[in-house]
């Protein structure tokens, strides 16, 4: 037996019996990312002029061209883009514009902060940035524990620092990338059905 059968043929049975549920993970992903967008683009969308503000302004905003259309595209395409996921229609299309918000995001907003979301000063991924915030995390458990109700301020779980880093940007962006490639999945989409009944499917 060659090291070929020992590695890739049990693989290659197991995928062939498991293909009816290929369509599980990109279903699965869609309702992950769709909650995510639909948040983001109706926060936008209730905080319009605020969020032109900081799109369009040079000093302490984004600095971004025509930042009325701007805010008006992103958040629509979030906001009505996370519907199209959930029910898997016009998916490939519908990751192309994403994905650009995505790439727009980590480059405008959270790339001069890093990889973390979450400051995290063990991590190996740990910057300046994130060793100067566990200084400041620690005077502040300090300062609550001497003066607040800190087991009630905790009971919930610990105290974090946003580092605001390209982490969830790039996560999300993989997840459309994927699903650009996949579309919307066998069985648990719209598209699949469209395309079955116009013989598109390959």
Do not use: C
């Amino acid at each position: 037996m060659s090291l070929i059968d020992i590695l890739y043929r049990p693989a290659d049975r197991v995928l062939r019996s498991a293909q009816p549920l290929d369509g599980l993970a990109p279903l699965l992903m869609r309702l992950y990312l769709a909650p995510v967008l639909m948040q983001s683009g109706w926060d936008k969308m209730m905080t319009f002029d605020k969020t032109v503000s900081w799109f369009g302004n040079t000093g302490w905003g984004l600095g971004l061209p025509m930042p009325e259309v701007l805010v008006a595209l992103v958040s629509g395409f979030e906001f009505f883009g996370a519907w199209l996921l959930i029910v898997g229609l016009a998916v490939r299309w519908i990751s192309i514009p994403l994905m650009l918000i995505m790439i727009m995001a980590a480059l405008s907003v959270h790339w001069q902060h890093g990889w973390l979301a979450i400051a995290d000063a063990s991590s190996w991924l740990a910057n300046e940035r994130i060793m100067a915030s566990a200084e400041r995390l620690e005077a502040a458990r300090t300062i609550l524990q001497e003066h607040g109700h800190y087991d009630w301020l905790t009971g919930r779980g610990a105290f974090a620092i946003l580092n605001n880093g390209i982490e969830f940007a790039a996560t999300y962006f993989i997840m459309l990338l994927s699903l650009f490639f996949t579309g919307g999945g066998r069985y648990l989409s719209m598209d699949y059905w469209i395309a079955r009944r116009h013989n598109l499917l390959r």
